[in-house]
């Protein structure tokens, strides 16, 4: 399948700073990404959707303003959480589309907010 | 929105068969996934089920019947590395989005 990386796997940050993660299509150009967010013992639940050169579509519930989604090339999105705050410790997981509807997912960043 | 449903947790022995259920509303509904997931880690796919019936892919088998919004992902022959959530997802093609259910926990015993 499609390789999908992710930066940081893991990433502490102390209340009130922000954190960037990135999402990279190794082997494919992605023109839509997805990024989804998991709670303990909780399924994944889709947060945005990134279009390479246009914003995001946020999903209901979701603050754009502080969850901000660069889609700037085909190979890379990212997702920044500003001013983090101890509720948005979470399981953060990209993925890429490579063919209709099949998506493959990066191995995740671990998020924890002290 | 759209509903999924799978039961929370499961155990089975090794060696044995386990099917996992899920249903899912059918209004909109373009396919239906099935990802393997270990803890802390993403979703690795399995399945991916457009019109109705069994498809078969080694240990595992996945069903599907668009009539009735149900679809069963089947493991044969378990072994311990098959605990793990097995997630049910449904792809609406009008949205272009992928709904994930609560996900299944399997445990496989010795």
């Known amino acids: 399948g499609a390789v999908v990386s992710q930066h940081p796997s893991r990433v502490i940050c102390k209340s009130g700073t922000s954190v960037k993660i990135e999402c990279r299509s190794l082997?494919?150009?992605?023109?839509?990404m997805f990024w989804y967010r998991q709670f303990p013992k909780q399924s994944l639940m889709l947060m945005a959707t990134?279009?390479?050169?246009?914003?995001?579509?946020?999903e209901q519930g979701v603050e754009k303003d502080k969850f901000l989604i660069n889609h700037a090339s085909l190979t890379l999105s990212t997702l920044t959480v500003t001013s983090a705050h101890p509720e948005d410790s979470s399981f953060y997981i990209c993925?890429?589309?490579?063919?209709?509807?099949?998506?493959?997912f990066g191995p995740g960043t671990r998020l924890l907010v002290l | 929105g759209q509903n999924i449903d799978q039961p929370t947790e499961m155990t089975a022995t090794e060696g044995a068969i386990v099917q996992i259920n899920c249903t899912y509303q059918?209004?909109?509904?373009?396919?239906l996934f099935w990802y393997q997931q270990h803890a802390g880690e993403a979703p690795t796919f399995l399945s991916y089920?457009?019109?109705?019936g069994l498809e078969e892919k080694g240990r595992f088998s996945s069903f599907l019947s668009r009539s009735k919004g149900y679809s069963y992902l089947l493991l044969k022959e378990l072994q311990m590395k098959d605990s793990a959530s097995y997630l049910c997802?449904?792809?609406?093609?009008?949205?272009?989005?992928?709904?994930f259910g609560t996900g299944t926990l399997l445990a496989v015993q010795p």
């Open positions: 993925s890429s589309r490579l063919v209709e509807a099949t998506q493959y």
């Open positions: 990134s279009n390479e050169g246009s914003k995001a579509t946020y």
């Open positions: 059918t209004s909109g509904f373009n396919g």
């Open positions: 082997d494919f150009q992605a023109t839509t």
């Open positions: 997802a449904e792809y609406g093609g009008a949205t272009n989005k992928l709904i």
């Open positions: 089920n457009v019109l109705d």
